[in-house]
């Protein structure tokens, strides 16, 4: 647990346990600079004597008559440079510390964001918590920037904790419930179970929640704020687990599939940061929640579904079955009116292989919504990277004996599946495939192995945006 407070107070006259000082390519800030010459070049000396290079995330800790302060290796990147001093502070047993200012107000808040997300631990299943608590003063830091990175913070921490819950926790039921969780926020929250669904022809869907016990549910969310300017709807896949269904996916592919609903979650998460923020945009969310299981009502290779668009698909591979249930999703975000689509999805292990773990692949009907997605996401620090709407494939889709097939061959996966869905809707639609990023197998700056909460950031600056 981390807490952020602005401070006025200067490096050089508070009074702290721990005081924390930046190093940029191999030099102090200026207030580091005038302690050290307080301290007759303590700080250099020792940098010096230790081969301190200060290279991003590497740490020097100094006891002196002064105080202890810890020189801290920034890097290029101010939210990482966060994450990093979160990390390492928790390492140690200082309560609280007081952080050099790194000037520009953008910096700040990213530094802020870094330290929020960087900080952030899933205990919830240990019986033995660390549970350490860490009180940070930013010096020089703005409380509204402060405040919105807390807040932004907020809705990462949820989508990380839903990809985190492991799925005998997380049902398309207790996902509902999270969903609902969102209510006293003022977001308002509808749950659709089978027989609503099945009065409104979501065939596709059903069927890939078919194999459960557990019974599919269908989310619709709506943050309308007085006097919104704009409204986006979005889509997120929601497979609570993904076994493969009768397309069994190997014990290793099947290991991080309780994170197959991090679409979902990257809804749910930027919906309540949005609700926090009071941001004045509305947002519409709808999220096809069930399990991709084996059982004998599941369904099989060889089935032909008819969606609730009213075209039929014949299944080819149980496994591809993300796109069954946002096919439905997304026909029915248009049924409610939605006049551009922002969907994300861990569709497809095609996307991990072209651009990697780090890396989401993002597919645009229309250039400048997905330009403006593009540049939602750079703004909010997620890396995306444009890839094509080959219309040349969709002929990989043909179905003899139903309007689609639900997957190509093996070439261009990735992009066969972004095009599968594209066909389900008229609409300006990105679909953002985060397979690859939405599941970190390691710690990273800004967080540790597991859910990293990716879509939420970019989400809430796609809004801001509009
Ligand atoms: N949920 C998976 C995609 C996935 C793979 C997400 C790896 C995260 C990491 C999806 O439902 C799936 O299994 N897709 C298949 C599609 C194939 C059958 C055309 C895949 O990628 O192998
Ligand atoms: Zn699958
Ligand atoms: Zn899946």
Redesign the pocket.
């Known amino acids: 647990m981390i807490t952020l407070n602005a401070t006025e107070a200067r490096l050089d006259e508070a009074q702290v346990p721990l005081r924390v000082l930046w190093v940029r390519q191999g030099a102090l800030l200026p207030q580091g600079e005038a302690l050290d010459a307080r301290l007759g070049g303590l700080f250099r000396r020792s940098m010096e004597g230790a081969g301190f290079k200060g290279e991003a995330g590497e740490s020097l800790l100094l006891a002196t008559p002064e105080g202890h302060f810890l020189l801290f290796g920034l890097g290029e990147d101010p939210r990482e440079a966060g994450g990093r001093l979160a990390q390492a502070l928790l390492k140690t047993s200082f309560p609280e510390a007081l952080v050099e200012p790194l000037g520009a107000e953008e910096e700040t808040y990213a530094l802020a964001e870094g330290l929020y997300l960087g900080s952030y631990r899933f205990e919830r299943h240990k019986t033995e918590r660390e549970a350490k608590s860490l009180a940070l003063r930013l010096s020089g830091a703005g409380l509204e920037a402060l405040e919105r990175a807390r807040k932004v913070a907020e809705g990462v921490y949820l989508a990380r904790d839903l990809v985190n819950e492991p799925p005998n926790v997380l049902t398309p039921e207790a996902l509902a419930e999270a969903a609902l969780g969102l209510k006293p926020l003022g977001v308002e929250v509808e749950v659709l179970d089978e027989a609503a669904m099945e009065a409104l022809g979501m065939g596709a869907f059903l069927a890939v929640g078919r194999g459960s016990e557990n019974p599919p549910r269908f989310i619709a969310l709506r943050y309308a704020p007085e006097g919104a300017r704009e409204r986006l709807d979005l889509v997120g896949?929601g497979?609570t687990f993904?076994s493969?269904g009768y397309?069994l996916?190997p014990t290793e592919?099947m290991a991080?599939?309780k994170?197959?609903m991090a679409g979902a979650a990257a809804v749910l998460g930027a919906m309540k940061s949005a609700a926090l923020l009071g941001l004045p945009v509305e947002l519409r969310g709808y999220i096809a929640a069930c399990e991709?299981l084996i059982s004998g009502r599941a369904y099989r290779v060889g089935d032909v579904l008819k969606t609730l668009s009213g075209k039929t698909v014949e299944v080819m591979?149980t496994?591809?079955?993300?796109r069954l249930t946002l096919a439905d999703a997304l026909a029915y975000a248009e049924r409610q009116g939605a006049s551009r689509i922002l969907e994300l999805s861990?569709?497809?292990?095609?996307a991990?292989v072209a651009l990697g773990e780090e890396v989401a692949a993002l597919f645009a009907t229309e250039a400048a919504w997905g330009e403006k997605v593009r540049q939602g996401a750079e703004r909010a620090g997620e890396k995306v990277w444009p890839m094509p709407l080959e219309k040349a494939y969709r002929e990989k889709l043909k179905s003899p004996v139903a309007d689609l097939k639900?997957?190509?061959d093996r070439n261009g996966?990735a992009i066969?599946?972004a095009l599968f869905l594209a066909a389900f809707v008229q609409v300006p639609l990105v679909h953002l495939d985060i397979?690859?990023p939405?599941?970190a197998k390691k710690t990273h700056p800004l967080g540790p192995e597991g859910g990293t909460g990716f879509g939420v950031r970019t989400i809430l600056e796609v809004a801001r945006g509009l």
Do not use: I, R
């Open positions: 896949k497979l993904d493969g397309s996916k592919g991080t599939m994170g197959d991709n591979n496994d591809a079955e993300g861990t569709l497809t292990g095609a991990v639900n997957v190509g996966g066969t599946a397979a690859g939405a599941f």
